[in-house]
């Protein structure tokens, strides 16, 4: 693959040779570039293919409905509920994960924290933790009447702010948005402690001499020099929310009370595999990928920047 | 170069095949029987012990156990390769709805030859065998035909559990009629017991079976359960959720907040704590909780739904395990062979020894301890057995009456819900898969 920029003379018997590249290049690339074919382009693709049918995902008749599953979709209530609670989550997850997540990391790495290190271990534990985990640890915290949350708010004599803060359907979605943001707050804290600890300490220095405080600092050298990394963790951000909501509230919900903690992933799921309607689930799919298309893009637009050089 | 290309590609290629290896195995000229069994509460052992009853007597067969407690995520991914096994133990009811789907899509064997078939080794036929009502209600025989498409494997008296220690010293009565019932949900109140409480919704199905037929009587439920037009808007339906409605104002506060799959043993302990009274569960629970603490003398106990009227007929779900063979199965003579198999006497005996009880005439005279207590229930001539669910009909996309029947629960003890958002559901999705059922 390596070409000098100047030709030399009699660079015409090298052309069989960088053919010879070509090929050991394609062999190398092969394996991989077959598995992703068909374990993802593949499927994914069958997923677009499946939502223009009805099939119950076992029997041999399948029915093209067209767009049918999509248009029964708009009438579905329960379809419209799990979609505003994953935006709900989406919206309130990624805006407290990050602006946490960056304040953590800016106060690690810039205020000489004494024990921070133990702080960051602390922190990231939950993102190495198995999902199963996390919710067991919840289903503890949020215990009604035995529970961590609870029973503290009982020690602070804070008795009326007590709450079955599974069983509420008003609460239960804010109950699994607060273990999405414990499970994913220390990743992207240490992702950005990495990124802040990129940034010329002489900047902090000159800016300290003209008398700036800690948080014109942040917003003023901090801020734009990790904006490249912000964007990118936040597209990946958006993206695994979904699937973290999704098994989160598997494991600690099942989407209950009455389907009130139902997300887009979870409302697929039951669909597809326990009411027998593959197709129709696979039109939740589509919607999911749509979605998360969008989302991705509109984030990925909305932060374009300069990149800043320094 | 060209050579290493080749290599790649053989190695791809064996990548590739190497995970849909994996063949029949039946090239020693036996036939090879695939069984996939669910692992219950029952254990595995049993099934072990049966099969290498069976391959003794009968050598020519060599039976494959797969066993486990997500069995339907096991098997599911061969079945759509098109490898399925040849018997299946796996009753309706389970969240996979593996059983409901294959109904659904016509994908079940007839059975009905297996019960004029003999036992291998008896004289009487697996339909003669088996007790009266158990068969050829919409559970075995889903589309409402005289067609047997799944047998009854096990069956389990479900009804509401409690602890009979806590009425004998209080000396309460169990209700007889719904009246008595809410008198004592009054009277329990004031020594902060709950009259009820339930695991997870989901398990509300036994308390609905039987309330829909002791309301409207067998034909009102057997409507309920094939969507008849309006079914839901008659007085009985009407009935059934007035006295759910009052009956879940007595719900333990605890309930909703445990109902999901992480917690709902939280709301088992609180009848083994004497804080609710009545739960509906199934005999499972006694093994379930075994460990779990309990009060001082606690000893479990079950009853029917209090009666309508005093005097009034009670019907009593009982929960069954099935056992199906797939339409594509590869041996289904043998598979068929071995199914009328499991009801011989050599068969049920290893079953029984497991707690498993098979709806075999005259077993339940041979129980003892908690079961013979339980199995009591349909000695009383005031009760008959119910069996069956929701009639299978093809999917409907969106529409699940039973959560719309059990879930809603939920909603209506905290408030967010009304009876009457409840009823309108229920009418429409039942009005919608009568449309495809038809």
Same mark, same amino acid.
């Given at each position: 693959?390596?070409?000098?920029?100047?030709?030399?003379?009699?660079?015409?018997?090298?052309?069989?040779?960088?053919?010879?590249?070509?090929?050991?290049?394609?062999?190398?690339? @092969?394996?991989?570039?077959? @598995?992703?074919?068909?374990?993802?382009?593949?499927?994914?693709?069958?997923?677009?293919?499946?939502?223009?049918?009805?099939?119950?995902?076992?029997?041999?008749?399948?029915?093209?409905?067209?767009?049918?599953?999509?248009?029964?979709?708009?009438?579905?209530?329960?379809?419209?509920?799990?979609?505003?609670?994953?935006?709900?989550?989406?919206?309130?997850?990624?805006?407290?994960?990050?602006?946490?997540?960056?304040?953590?990391?800016?106060?690690?790495?810039?205020?000489?924290?004494?024990?921070?290190?133990?702080?960051?271990?602390?922190?990231?534990?939950?993102?190495?933790?198995?999902?199963?985990?996390?919710?067991?640890?919840?289903?503890?915290?949020?215990?009604?009447?035995?529970?961590?949350?609870?029973?503290?708010?009982?020690?602070?004599?804070?008795?009326?702010?007590?709450? =079955?803060?599974?069983?509420?359907?008003?609460?239960? @979605?804010?109950?699994?948005?607060?273990?999405?943001?414990?499970?994913?707050?220390?990743?992207?804290?240490?992702?950005?402690?990495?990124?802040?600890?990129?940034?010329?300490?002489?900047?902090?220095?000159?800016?300290?001499?003209?008398?700036?405080?800690?948080?014109?600092?942040?917003?003023?050298?901090?801020?734009?020099?990790?904006?490249?990394?912000?964007?990118?963790?936040?597209?990946?951000?958006?993206?695994?929310?979904?699937?973290?909501?999704?098994?989160?509230?598997?494991?600690?919900?099942?989407?209950?009370?009455?389907?009130?903690?139902? =997300?887009?992933?979870?409302?697929?799921?039951? #669909?597809?595999?326990?009411?027998?309607?593959?197709?129709?689930?696979? !039109?939740?799919?589509?919607?999911?990928?749509?979605?998360?298309?969008? =989302?991705?893009?509109?984030?990925?637009?909305?932060?374009?920047?300069?990149?800043?050089?320094? | 170069?060209?050579?290493?290309?080749?290599?790649?590609?053989?190695? =791809?290629?064996?990548?590739?095949?190497?995970?849909?290896?994996?063949?029949?195995?039946?090239?020693?000229?036996?036939?090879?029987?695939?069984?996939?069994?669910?692992?219950?509460?029952?254990?595995?052992?049993?099934?072990?012990?049966?099969?290498?009853?069976?391959?003794?007597?009968?050598?020519?067969?060599?039976?494959?156990?797969?066993?486990?407690?997500?069995?339907?995520?096991?098997?599911?991914?061969?079945?759509?390769?098109?490898?399925?096994?040849?018997?299946?133990?796996?009753?309706?009811?389970?969240?996979?709805?593996?059983?409901?789907?294959?109904?659904?899509?016509?994908?079940?064997?007839?059975?009905?030859?297996?019960?004029?078939?003999?036992?291998?080794?008896?004289?009487?036929?697996?339909?003669?065998? @088996?007790?009266?009502?158990?068969?050829?209600?919409?559970?075995?025989?889903?589309?409402?035909?005289?067609?047997?498409?799944?047998?009854?494997?096990?069956?389990?008296?479900?009804?509401?559990?409690?602890?009979?220690?806590?009425?004998?010293?209080?000396?309460?009565?169990?209700?007889?009629?719904?009246?008595?019932?809410?008198?004592?949900?009054?009277?329990?109140?004031?020594?902060?017991?709950?009259?009820?409480?339930?695991?997870?919704?989901?398990?509300?199905?036994?308390?609905?079976?039987?309330?829909?037929?002791?309301?409207?009587?067998?034909?009102?439920?057997?409507?309920?359960?094939?969507?008849?037009?309006?079914?839901?808007?008659?007085?009985?339906?009407?009935?059934?959720?007035?006295?759910?409605?009052?009956?879940?104002?007595?719900?333990?506060?605890?309930?909703?907040?445990?109902?999901?799959?992480?917690?709902?043993?939280?709301?088992?302990?609180?009848?083994?704590?004497?804080?609710?009274?009545?739960?509906?569960?199934?005999?499972?629970?006694?093994?379930?909780?075994?460990?779990?603490?309990?009060?001082?003398?606690?000893?479990?106990?079950?009853?029917?739904?209090?009666?309508?009227?005093?005097?009034?007929?009670?019907?009593?779900?009982?929960?069954?395990?099935?056992?199906?063979?797939?339409? !594509?199965?590869?041996?289904?003579?043998?598979?068929?062979?071995?199914?009328?198999?499991?009801?011989?006497?050599?068969?049920?005996?290893?079953?029984?020894?497991?707690?498993?009880?098979?709806?075999?005439?005259?077993?339940?005279?041979?129980?003892?301890?908690?079961?013979?207590?339980?199995?009591?229930?349909?000695?009383?001539?005031?009760?008959?057995?119910?069996?069956?669910?929701?009639?299978?009909?093809?999917?409907?996309?969106?529409?699940?009456?039973?959560?719309?029947?059990?879930?809603?629960?939920?909603?209506?003890?905290?408030?967010?819900?009304?009876?009457?958002?409840? #009823?309108?559901?229920?009418?429409?999705?039942?009005?919608?898969?009568?449309?495809?059922?038809?």
């Amino acid at each position: 693959m390596t070409t000098s920029s100047t030709p030399l003379p009699g660079s015409a018997d090298r052309a069989p040779r960088r053919r010879g590249n070509g090929v050991f290049v394609l062999a190398c690339l @092969l394996p991989a570039l077959v @598995l992703f074919a068909v374990f993802m382009v593949v499927p994914t693709l069958n997923v677009f293919r499946m939502s223009f049918y009805t099939w119950s995902g076992f029997s041999p008749d399948m029915r093209f409905v067209g767009l049918d599953n999509f248009a029964r979709l708009l009438d579905d209530a329960q379809f419209v509920r799990a979609f505003q609670n994953t935006v709900a989550l989406l919206v309130v997850v990624t805006v407290v994960t990050m602006g946490l997540g960056l304040f953590l990391a800016a106060i690690m790495t810039r205020q000489r924290l004494r024990g921070r290190v133990l702080y960051r271990f602390i922190l990231y534990v939950p993102s190495v933790l198995s999902v199963v985990v996390i919710a067991a640890i919840f289903s503890a915290i949020f215990d009604q009447e035995n529970g961590l949350l609870n029973g503290t708010l009982r020690l602070l004599s804070l008795d009326t702010l007590q709450r =079955v803060w599974l069983g509420d359907q008003d609460l239960v @979605l804010w109950s699994v948005a607060i273990a999405m943001v414990w499970q994913s707050l220390g990743y992207y804290m240490v992702l950005y402690m990495s990124g802040m600890a990129g940034i010329p300490e002489e900047l902090y220095e000159a800016s300290a001499l003209d008398g700036a405080s800690a948080g014109r600092q942040f917003f003023a050298i901090t801020l734009p020099l990790i904006w490249q990394n912000l964007r990118t963790t936040l597209t990946f951000f958006v993206m695994s929310a979904v699937n973290l909501s999704f098994v989160l509230v598997r494991a600690m919900t099942g989407g209950g009370p009455d389907g009130s903690s139902e =997300v887009l992933l979870s409302y697929m799921y039951r #669909q597809a595999y326990t009411n027998s309607s593959y197709g129709y689930g696979m !039109a939740i799919g589509v919607v999911i990928f749509a979605f998360s298309f969008l =989302v991705s893009l509109l984030v990925s637009r909305a932060t374009r920047r300069e990149p800043l050089q320094y | 170069m060209r050579r290493s290309l080749v290599l790649v590609s053989v190695v =791809v290629l064996g990548l590739l095949t190497g995970c849909s290896a994996g063949g029949d195995g039946s090239a020693s000229g036996k036939t090879t029987l695939n069984v996939a069994a669910l692992e219950g509460g029952y254990g595995r052992d049993m099934y072990a012990e049966v099969i290498q009853a069976y391959e003794a007597a009968h050598p020519d067969v060599e039976v494959r156990l797969q066993i486990s407690k997500s069995i339907e995520d096991e098997i599911t991914p061969n079945m759509k390769a098109g490898r399925y096994p040849d018997v299946v133990v796996l009753g309706q009811g389970r969240k996979a709805a593996l059983t409901e789907t294959l109904i659904k899509d016509k994908a079940l064997e007839d059975l009905t030859p297996v019960l004029k078939a003999k036992v291998p080794g008896e004289n009487g036929t697996v339909g003669d065998k @088996l007790v009266a009502g158990i068969v050829g209600n919409l559970n075995t025989n889903p589309y409402g035909t005289e067609q047997t498409y799944t047998l009854p494997m096990y069956y389990a008296p479900t009804g509401l559990f409690y602890n009979k220690a806590l009425f004998a010293e209080k000396g309460w009565k169990v209700p007889a009629t719904w009246e008595e019932m809410f008198a004592l949900g009054e009277t329990a109140k004031k020594e902060k017991i709950s009259l009820f409480t339930y695991p997870t919704a989901g398990y509300l199905d036994s308390f609905f079976f039987a309330l829909l037929a002791d309301v409207g009587g067998e034909q009102f439920y057997t409507d309920v359960m094939t969507y008849k037009q309006g079914v839901w808007q008659t007085p009985q339906a009407r009935q059934v959720l007035d006295i759910t409605t009052r009956l879940l104002r007595y719900a333990a506060p605890t309930t909703v907040g445990y109902a999901n799959e992480q917690d709902f043993t939280k709301n088992q302990q609180s009848v083994l704590d004497n804080k609710a009274m009545f739960m509906p569960n199934g005999t499972w629970v006694v093994g379930e909780m075994a460990d779990a603490p309990r009060a001082d003398g606690f000893q479990w106990a079950l009853t029917p739904l209090p009666a309508v009227t005093e005097g009034g007929k009670r019907y009593i779900t009982t929960s069954v395990e099935s056992v199906w063979i797939p339409a !594509a199965a590869r041996n289904k003579d043998a598979a068929k062979e071995f199914v009328a198999y499991l009801y011989s006497d050599a068969a049920a005996g290893i079953f029984a020894k497991a707690n498993a009880i098979q709806p075999i005439k005259g077993i339940v005279s041979g129980l003892s301890g908690e079961n013979a207590e339980f199995y009591k229930v349909y000695e009383d001539t005031s009760v008959s057995a119910l069996v069956g669910g929701f009639a299978g009909t093809p999917p409907v996309e969106g529409v699940d009456i039973k959560g719309t029947l059990f879930d809603t629960a939920n909603s209506i003890i905290s408030g967010d819900k009304t009876q009457e958002q409840w #009823q309108a559901a229920l009418n429409d999705a039942s009005e919608k898969l009568r449309q495809a059922g038809s």
